[in-house]
């Protein structure tokens, strides 16, 4: 196996793969930058120029394009609170405050050396474990997808700031925009009121770009008078330091297992990794009022997660030939066109394919570093570009990523509609990261529960008698208790305390 | 999600071939733009797949003066995209590809038409359907599931995606072997595939070929749903010859809007059976599981029209939440 490896890896470093190899991974990057496109768009957009490329050259030049996209999305989200893929959505919420800060080249730092260490733990276990995991997936059903959803809302619901009131307020809105649809439980539509265009709901992606994008391009318009204070990197390095790693080592490991976990299970999707790693970093943190005001924990969790999902991802796809993500998908489809049969057999009938990605996925990892770090100065420069030429452009973008997604003028609608939406809720103080959570994770939530109630009859004995789902209630349940029971026991201790002092 | 890049491509080409070539002879010879092929599911799926095997092959094989383009529109269980064909202008230059799916959308009422509505231009082929279980489950047998489900009912469990042929079948499965069984919504096929290898659910529908892909993952074929026995599969049994007459088949349809002009239909046949006369074409639909024989639009109205009125009965089952 080593030595396939290094046959592998060999061969990427190679100058005709590692020119495919850069150019995906740049090529990422820049798409992965810009609000509304997307690593999927790029490599579909390129697959069928793949055609007449080599088979591995091809995979190659799309693993790091996955690669690059999945990572150039902090820059956008630290530099102009615009997450440039759904996966950095949280890493807008820490590295915008702490660039405002002063700090844009700490910030930037610290989220390209976290994708590069979630990359390569999520490799580690890509080459060592790849099998196991990928069977112990299976045993993951509806109820622990459930139990795992609830564990993720309970640590997310942390993330929302100030009156508890709008938090819950936002979350609310935030599954009412889920709602409408072809429910996949039953197969029926639901409250689409007749319009056919509202057939398939609201998708992640221009509700993402409306929300978080168009909301922020409305806000920075109507202050386009107002000078900026200027934003330097000034000269501090961007580069991770070794105290870092042993500063967030222990964030990052968690992290990336969390990310590579999440990876694996069909269905779930990058962002979700990054916002249960932001969610556990929190809860774990000594600092956790941080969080959401330039917290160096929450970025570091943000983006190896992200990152260490990709990974993850990859697995069920050599091992299987069962996408973990719709990115893996498309690498499924352009198999099957390049007359390559993915599935469990393919280590054994395209032993040389197999490794020759995995070993793409690892340099493309230090490519991206390398790449990004290199570029940041240069790049760190778009926070001084005027507004008046930023927002048209990335308005452009928005316009043409929403539409691309299914061909359709109804999806650049919702992007402005929710746009609006975004920005009012942000001028009435209710937090968007609640409203977001709410809509991603509901769905999953309902589908789950009812899959797994039309598994069982319509009884909840399982939830309690499966261990996984079982602990992952336990852990919700807690850190729902942990709160109310924290400052009663205080109180006790106090009031122990104080009868101490006055019996004599 | 292509069309954008996709479409300044064809552009350019085009333009590229109206700038080298004098059109010659007739004025309105068809195609003189390209046509676009609307997928009603997303990139990278089975169903885009072979739409872009075509796109490929019309190119390659210049076979079309024009390019084909394919334009994915995801959503709804594919009635966004159907529609979208269905509403098309009646020109020939838009087309689309779909599946039986056509007709149990129709049938579970998320959409108000069904293949009546277009006009079909033909099948490139139809992949052979049958149930698997998981090879050390409780189940090893098509008799075995039936027995288990006469002894208690609901006691089968069966991945499926609600409202679509994966979920039809097996209910067309127990509602002819006088049975119940427990319908469980999963999802697509990866989750299906992971549903049953997990030993969350019982049974699902896949096509042989996914039957040799994931053999070794443990998956066990049970029966197929085709007259005859599969070749690839010789030894697993039809759902006849178990006692349940029950065929189905998962046929890749083409579809135009209603009224296109008759002879453009005739072109765009002539086209694709030139296309599946290519050796490459054929060994690339067979790695999707196809069994590339063009079948024409009489055919395949009669089948789906079976499909119609085996299904329909079915409808108040399928909506019904399990008890």
């Known amino acids: 196996m080593t030595l396939d490896l290094l046959d592998a890896l060999v061969f990427v470093l190679t100058p005709v793969p590692l020119f495919w190899l850069l150019l995906g991974v740049t090529a990422g990057i820049f798409v992965g930058a810009i609000p509304g496109l997307s690593g999927g768009m790029l490599i579909v957009l390129v697959m069928p120029l793949t055609f007449y490329m080599d088979s591995t050259f091809a995979l190659v030049l799309m693993i790091g394009i996955y690669v690059g996209s999945v990572s150039g999305g902090l820059i956008s989200a630290t530099l102009l609170r615009m997450p440039g893929t759904p996966s950095s959505i949280m890493t807008t919420f820490d590295g915008y405050p702490m660039a405002r800060d002063g700090k844009p080249g700490r910030a930037l730092g610290l989220g390209i050396g976290s994708s590069l260490v979630g990359g390569l733990i999520a490799g580690i276990f890509l080459v060592v474990l790849s099998p196991p995991l990928s069977r112990w997936a299976t045993t993951f059903g509806p109820w622990e997808y459930f139990a795992l959803v609830v564990m993720a809302l309970v640590l997310i619901a942390a993330i929302s700031q100030g009156s508890m009131i709008k938090g819950l307020l936002a979350g609310i809105l935030g599954v009412a925009v889920a709602m409408p649809g072809l429910n996949e439980s039953d197969g029926q539509l639901r409250l689409t009121l007749g319009f056919h265009a509202l057939d398939n709901g609201f998708d992640l992606l221009p509700v993402l770009l409306g929300v978080f994008v168009m909301s922020q391009i409305i806000k920075d318009a109507l202050e386009i008078e107002k000078r900026a204070i200027p934003l330097t990197l000034g000269s501090a390095p961007v580069w991770m330091r070794l105290a870092d790693l042993r500063r967030h080592g222990m964030n990052m490991l968690r992290s990336s297992v969390i990310g590579t976990w999440i990876g694996i299970l069909p269905g779930v999707g990058a962002s979700i990794s990054s916002m249960v790693a932001y969610g556990v970093a929190r809860s774990v943190s000594k600092h956790p009022e941080e969080f959401g005001t330039g917290s160096e924990e929450g970025i570091v969790a943000s983006e190896t997660a992200n990152n260490a999902n990709v990974g993850g991802a990859l697995i069920p796809l050599v091992t299987m030939g069962i996408p973990g993500s719709p990115m893996d998908a498309f690498l499924l489809g352009a198999l099957i066109l390049h007359n390559i049969q993915p599935g469990p057999l393919l280590f054994q009938t395209n032993k040389a394919l197999v490794w020759a990605m995995i070993a793409a996925y690892l340099i493309g990892n230090v490519a991206m570093f390398l790449i990004m770090t290199l570029s940041v100065r240069w790049v760190g420069r778009l926070i001084n570009v005027h507004r008046a030429y930023l927002l048209p452009a990335i308005f452009f973008f928005c316009v043409i990523g929403a539409f691309a997604l299914s061909n359709r003028m109804f999806d650049v609608w919702v992007v402005i509609g929710f746009g609006v939406v975004g920005f009012a809720l942000e001028r009435a103080n209710i937090p968007l990261g609640p409203f977001v959570i709410g809509f991603v994770l509901s769905r999953i939530l309902e589908g789950q529960l009812r899959s797994a109630l039309m598994s069982s009859g319509g009884s909840l004995d399982e939830l309690f008698t499966r261990p996984i789902a079982l602990t992952f209630l336990v852990v919700s349940l807690a850190m729902l208790a942990y709160p109310l029971i924290d400052p009663w026991r205080r109180r006790l201790r106090n009031h122990a305390q104080v009868k101490q002092r006055r019996s004599p | ?323």
């Open chain 2, 1 to 323: 999600m292509m069309s954008f890049g996709k479409t300044i491509l064809a552009a350019m080409s085009a333009a590229a071939a109206m700038a080298f070539v004098a059109p010659s002879g007739a004025a309105a010879a068809y195609p003189e733009k390209p046509i676009r092929i609307i997928v009603p599911t997303g990139a990278g799926g089975a169903m885009d797949g072979i739409a872009r095997i075509f796109e490929r092959a019309f190119e390659e094989h210049k076979i079309l003066p024009q390019r084909m383009v394919v334009v994915n529109m995801d959503g709804a269980g594919g009635t966004i995209g159907t529609r979208a064909i269905k509403d098309a202008p009646p020109d020939g230059y838009t087309i689309g590809l779909w599946h039986n799916g056509l007709v149990t959308s129709a049938a579970m009422g998320v959409t108000d038409f069904d293949h009546s509505a277009f006009t079909i231009i033909g099948s490139t082929g139809f992949a052979v359907m049958g149930l698997a279980v998981k090879a050390d489950g409780p189940i090893d047998s098509f008799k075995k599931m039936i027995e288990m489900s006469k002894a208690q009912a609901n006691s089968v469990k069966v991945a499926v995606n609600i409202g679509l042929p994966v979920h039809f079948i097996p209910l067309t499965v127990a509602s002819k072997a006088g049975v119940e069984m427990r319908m469980v919504q999963v999802g697509g096929g990866a989750k299906r595939l992971a549903s049953v290898l997990g030993g969350h659910t019982d049974v699902a529908l896949f096509s042989v070929q996914e039957f040799l892909k994931y053999e070794p993952s443990g998956l066990k074929p049970i029966n197929v749903f085709s007259k005859e026995r599969a070749p690839l599969v010789p030894d697993v049994p039809t759902a006849v010859e178990m006692g349940v007459d029950v065929q189905a088949t998962d046929s890749r349809i083409w579809l135009a809007p209603k009224d296109v002009p008759p002879d453009r239909i005739a072109y765009l046949v002539e086209a694709f059976k030139t296309a599946m006369s290519k050796p490459d074409v054929k060994e690339r639909l067979e790695g999707f599981g196809i069994n590339s024989n063009f079948i024409d639009p009489v055919t395949l109205t009669e089948e789906l029209d079976r499909t119609r009125a085996e299904v329909v009965p079915l409808v108040a089952k399928a909506r019904a939440l399990p008890q």
